[in-house]
């Protein structure tokens, strides 16, 4: 009977999870997510990002969710510049270290800073994971494992949800554009344009 019980209760859980009417942020801490509050420099109220990101990304970010294997737009991505947070814009990784892991999700082997992701233990669905969050606002990205390619030998799997591209050609075009336009005008656009902010 206790077996039948513990049965059920796993059963229980595991349809809660993969319910989509379960939000993964309740039911990942019910199964041993080890995620503690922490006060991050950036922050959003939830009800700016429910309207700016889309169900997807509030869920990944905000909830913990994790998209399907192989359906992110980033997945197959080859195109060069930087990935950067859905949520606040920090930049993330580099297209130079973008590799295909084959897990269905964007993997990269390293950051563009070290600091620019917070790892945290996560022990959720009876396995040991290290998470990954942004370190400027604590979205959600994804996990990192230790099966990457040399150097590092890590690979950071993203959600795709939790990131934004910025390409080097349009990075490279925005910067020519302010230098030429402050150029014209005697300076006055480089404060307002050239300052380095993305709004989102």
Known sequence: MDVLFRRGVFVAVRLAV?????RPAP????????????????????EE????LTPMQYQVTQERGTESAFTGEFTHHKDEGSYTCVVCGAVLFSSNTKFDSGSGW???????????VSLTDDFSYGM???ETTCSQCGAHLGHLFDDGPKPTGKRYCINSASLGFQAKDAAST????????????????????SDGKTEL
């Open 49 to 52: 990002l429910k309207k700016r």
């Open 18 to 22: 993969s319910s989509s009417v379960c």
């Open 128 to 130: 040991h994971r290290v």
């Open 27 to 46: 039911c990942a801490a019910l199964l041993g997510a080890r995620r503690t509050k922490k006060t991050w420099p950036v922050s959003f109220s939830q």
């Open 174 to 193: 925005s910067t020519s554009a302010s230098t030429s336009s402050s150029g014209a005008e005697g300076g006055a656009a480089s404060s307002s344009v």
């Open 106 to 116: 964007p993997s990269f082997y390293d950051l563009v800073k070290e600091e620019s």
